[in-house]
């Protein structure tokens, strides 16, 4: 199918244009007279360019998304219809993909398709969380506010991330420094000391030995190493794309020392509960907002605990009974207190206050942890570098030992 430019007007003699999908011009004519409009000009656009194909490649930042969101509420709420506000959110959206995106809903609406279906054309971009609240705010009659919960939602989602990736970024620098100090020593340094160590004679220590052998596997055997990494690699990531190896995968992150465990689940439950809360104050049916919190927890453990919450309210049960039969990934805490929501009716009030409380524990057990990290770190870089050093000169004491 081509993309097509129209110019027509209606009976009233009311101008519209814009642009629509179909085979033919023909096609395009009877679209516009199926809705009661006269064709003015009908002009094909051209396809893509080399440009825009590599634009496809780029990603859309969940900020991005956000400002075009939040643009998109107040347009609405100030009396702007979808279609219109549509046209503007495409023309002031920088990222190309983003923009294509918008064009392509703005053609689905222009063609008689609700708002949330012609998002959920475009999964990558808007996941089933958006589609579903914005077809929960069509349904209700309150697009404008259901639109400003989507951004906000996506804000705290963004920021979570955004918080967990600038943790990490100190450990990633030194372990990236250490790796290529331990490089540069093993190719470098080592093979000069082999050198010494010939003349010597005798039988090397073990550590010398190992350090040793690995100067040859990465100055003569590269290639071994890289195909090895590649196939740990290739084999780790097939292993965790798979239904058990992602429980598995899930499960051992919530169970690693040195409070990352803690981290990844205080990081599951914010989520969890900032969705949760998000979905039912959206207006969106209990049993799908159940369905799509578990699919975008980000943690399998969490998925298949959902999947036992939605099949206990089908039963007409609770929500907080099946939860507290997975402890690793409910706390009693959050039992409670979706226990208490259940109770007094107000879960979506309990849901939020448990998303700003473990929000607020991500952010210190970060700190916390970068705190710990720093020394560790410092102890292996110097730890790997002591090791080298050790195994070059512990050779020389022995033939010193024996010269005395």
């Known amino acids: 199918m ?40 009908i ?61 392509g809903v703005r053609k689905d609406v222009e063609a008689g398709m609700s708002f949330s279906q012609s998002l959920s054309k475009f999964p990558k971009i ?15 009659g309150i697009l404008e506010e259901t ?44 093979p000069v000391f082999e050198k010494i160590f010939k003349d010597f004679g005798g039988e090397l220590p073990v550590i010398t030995k190992f350090t040793v052998w690995m100067s ?29 190896g992602q429980v598995q995968w899930d499960r051992f992150k919530l169970k690693v020392p040195f409070k990352i465990g803690d981290i990844v689940q205080k990081v599951a439950l914010a989520r969890f509960s900032r969705t949760f809360s998000g979905l039912i104050s959206a207006g969106v049916p209990m049993l799908e907002a159940i369905d799509i919190t578990g699919k975008t927890s980000g943690n399998k453990v969490v998925e298949r605990a959902m999947e036992n919450v939605r099949d206990s309210v089908k039963r007409g049960g609770t929500l907080h009974k099946p939860m ?35 929000e607020d524990q991500v952010a210190a057990a970060m700190k916390a942890l970068t705190s710990i990290l720093e020394p560790l770190l410092i102890i292996i870089v110097g730890g790997i570098v002591g090791f080298i050093v050790i195994a070059m000169y512990l050779p020389m004491f022995k033939v010193y030992d024996q010269i005395k």
């Open 2 to 41: 081509s993309s097509f430019a129209f110019k027509a007007i209606d009976l009233a003699g009311v101008p519209s244009n814009g642009e629509v999908e179909a085979d033919d011009k023909q096609s395009v004519t009877a679209q516009l007279r199926n809705k009661g409009l006269i064709v003015l000009d």
């Open 147 to 190: 639109l400003l919960r989507v951004a906000d939602q996506l804000e705290k989602d963004d920021a979570l991330r955004r918080q967990v990736k600038a943790a990490m970024v100190y450990p990633i620098l030194i372990m990236s420094f250490a790796g290529v100090v331990l490089l540069s020593l093993v190719a470098f340094l080592v």
């Open 43 to 103: 002009e094909e656009l051209s396809p893509p360019n080399a440009g825009d194909l590599l634009a496809r490649f780029k990603k859309v930042k969940a900020a991005e998304l956000t400002v075009a969101t939040r643009q998109l509420a107040t347009m609405v709420s100030s009396g702007m219809s979808v279609l219109r506000a549509l046209y503007v959110v495409e023309e002031q959206t920088e990222n190309d993909k983003l923009a294509e995106s918008w064009a």
């Open 216 to 244: 040859h596997m990465v100055t003569g055997r590269w290639y071994v190493m890289i195909a090895v990494v590649v196939a740990v690699i290739y084999a780790f990531r097939r292993w965790k794309n798979s239904k058990r």
């Open 126 to 140: 808007f996941n089933e969380l958006y589609v579903a609240m914005v077809a929960a705010g069509e349904t209700g």
């Open 324 to 358: 507290s039969e997975v402890p690793e990934a409910f706390p009693m805490m959050v039992v409670q207190m979706v226990g208490v929501g259940e109770e007094t009716g107000a879960i979506e009030t309990m849901l939020t206050k448990v998303a700003d409380f473990y």
